[in-house]
């Protein structure tokens, strides 16, 4: 009977290591496969000057600058985009159609669940993006709530639109879009009284046909670049790179360039969590 049990000891320590070796080759197969395809597949959305991609995959952006910066530090090929929208960006990621997911997707307890993300790349209060003027005299989400006539369109993959519904707005005040651009379109367009993002989404809103409406109430909501959950070493690895941009000051003078009316406004927000965790305690 001792016999037997020391056996099992010895087969069970040998399946652990098995199970180490393997749960660590897993994780290093991320670079080896990008360092045999030559590229880094990234799901990016289209969203200027944030960022943008071309039918050929070639990207642009600010988004697409920093991280650029950071898979050059972590010493792996140039990114290629990957145009996706936001909603099957997680389901794409999963499916492994591209390496990560670099457009950006809100830090939620949900998403953390079955999914990784990297220290926040962007963070803002809720936007109400309104046509010039706020002729519905719109200015928070509990205002919407007590106001079942007035419409809205949300991402639904998206943080804000778990605010919406804690604050109990009904399913027909309600339309989904699949990005920024689209949102904006139903404002303009008639179709909604407002479009829920966060504040700093949309740029340049007056371009736009809509100006922005800040909800002083609602929580900072954060985003990140988002990793398979096996995907940790490369997940570490790219953190790692990512904070030496705020360090050296290149964080800074990209957003200014891009943003020279509130780059800095932006970068002083979301640059105080240095981890998902700080945003979603529940996060890895």
């Known amino acids: ?3 037997i049990t020391k056996l099992s000891l010895v087969i069970l320590l040998l ?83 591209y390496d990560y997911a ?12 079955t999914v ?10 809720i936007g109400l993006f309104v046509l010039p003027g706020n002729p519905k005299h719109l200015t928070s989400v509990a205002d ?31 339309s989904f879009v699949p990005d920024a651009q689209a949102g ?3 404002v303009t367009g008639g179709r909604v009284d407002a479009f ?5 989404t949309v740029s340049n809103p007056k371009q736009k046909g809509v100006e922005v409406v800040v909800d002083k109430e609602s929580p900072v ?16 690895a790219f953190n790692q790179q990512y904070s030496k941009l705020f360090e050296n000051g290149f964080m800074r003078e990209l957003w200014k360039r891009y943003f020279p009316e509130n780059g800095e406004e932006i970068l002083d927000l979301y640059s105080k969590f240095a981890k998902a965790s700080d945003v979603v305690p529940s996060c890895e």
């Open 1 to 3: 009977m001792r016999s």
């Open 15 to 97: 399946a652990s290591a098995g199970y180490s070796a393997s749960t660590s080759a897993q994780s290093d197969d991320l670079f080896a496969s990008i360092r045999k395809a030559g590229e880094v597949k990234v799901a990016l959305a289209s969203l200027p000057p944030y960022m943008e991609v071309s039918p050929t995959g070639e990207a642009k952006g600010v988004v697409v600058e920093w991280q650029s910066q950071v898979l050059k530090g972590m010493g792996l090929p140039p990114l290629k985009g990957v145009l996706t929208d936001y909603p099957a960006m997680i389901p794409g990621l999963l499916a492994h159609q």
């Open 102 to 113: 670099g457009a950006g997707l809100n830090i939620t307890e949900a998403s953390c669940k």
């Open 116 to 125: 990784l993300f990297s220290r926040p790349t962007y963070a803002a209060q």
């Open 144 to 174: 919407l709530a007590r106001r079942p006539d007035v419409k809205v369109s949300v991402i639904r993959s998206s943080g804000q639109y778990e605010y919406l519904q804690k604050k109990e707005l009904k399913p027909e005040q309600i």
């Open 184 to 186: 904006v379109a139903t």
């Open 196 to 200: 829920i993002i966060g504040q700093f």
């Open 221 to 236: 909501y954060a985003s990140g670049v988002v990793f398979r959950k096996e995907d940790v070493k490369f997940r570490d």
